[in-house]
């Protein structure tokens, strides 16, 4: 770390000394133009601006690798904001270009632009600029509320294409997932984001932390829905009656949670947590219930749907917690 005297010229602005190091690595010459960024914090961020930024290249030799290695492999290259992925090998097989083709879909941005028999290039389109976090992360917790409400519904008609939908809805979470994962590590190495301007670096890392159980909340939601192919009888009243009272509750607990986050609500973030407590007995009684069901698959399938209602009830308390946390950063 380098310290810098402030100096005073013309009697009203004050000036500091740019170290040369830096100037130099980052292109800084005289006549050089920067942006200057008042942060939250009272930080001032220093950016050089520069007619075309440097573009980033990942190669990534796919040779022997398939399945989970290679989706795991192109993510990560997409993670660490690669403007352009190069996947080559002596040959890539049929399997791994589906693979590739499957990743490009599943992440917001990648799109294939030059494809041979030992070469695929895939070039991120996604202009950052774009993209709020806070949007990214309110769209999220949208897709997965709406796909929660709609299992259930699925589970008590019985309708197996709805609970397609709710399966394909998923990916569209886990897209947004990836994608603010992205950007947090983007912010962290100084990127300005649509609002830097108006958000803490503290506040990123909160959305960040809240986007994770919100994909959990979503893959819950995916669960419930799968039971619907594995019932081969409607769910008898009394229990779908409980079912969907301590579904509405656990809902309603991530809800006010996600409010709590982005209102800085501390007291209602407190209640969201000691509501999760009044779930137990309702849980506790709702699996005594789907006990006395005769037919040990249903027992099963519904053991399933209520294990997941209570999880999403849980996972709205550890948003709570994360809202706690925010609204005391911003006081401090």
Known sequence: ?????????????????????????????????????PQ???????????????????????????????????????????????????????????????????????????????????????????????????????????????AIRAIKTLDNDLALDIDHRDDDVDRLFLLIAKQYRAVLR?????????????????????????????????KIARVTTTLDAPIPDDIMEMIEVTSEMSRKIVEDAIDALYNFDVELANQVIGRVSKMSPMIHKLNEAILKINSYGSVVALGTVVDSIDRTGDYGSNIAEIAINCAMSRIV
């Open 40 to 150: 939250p914090d009272g930080k001032l961020v220093i950016d050089p601006i520069h007619d075309s930024p440097p573009i980033k290249r990942c190669t990534i030799d796919v040779s022997g690798r398939m399945d989970a290695v290679l989706k795991r492999d192109i993510i990560a290259a997409y993670l660490v904001g690669s403007d352009i992925i190069e996947i080559k090998a002596d040959r890539i097989l049929a399997d791994q270009k589906n693979i590739i083709r499957e990743m490009c879909y599943k992440l917001i941005g990648p799109e294939i632009i030059e494809e041979t028999a030992k070469k695929v290039v895939i070039q991120d389109l996604l202009n950052p600029d774009e993209i709020s976090i806070k949007k990214s992360v309110r769209r999220m917790f949208l897709i997965s509320n709406s796909m929660h409400m709609d």
């Open 190 to 222: 100084g990127a300005k984001l649509p609002d830097a301007a108006d958000t803490s670096i503290d506040e990123y890392h909160d959305l960040r932390m809240a986007a994770g159980p919100i994909e959990r909340i979503a893959d819950h939601a995916r």
């Open 1 to 37: 770390m380098e310290t810098r005297k402030v100096q005073q010229t013309g009697g009203s602005t004050y000036i500091i000394s740019l170290p040369k190091p830096w100037a130099d690595k980052v292109g800084i010459k005289t006549g050089s133009r920067i942006t200057l960024h």
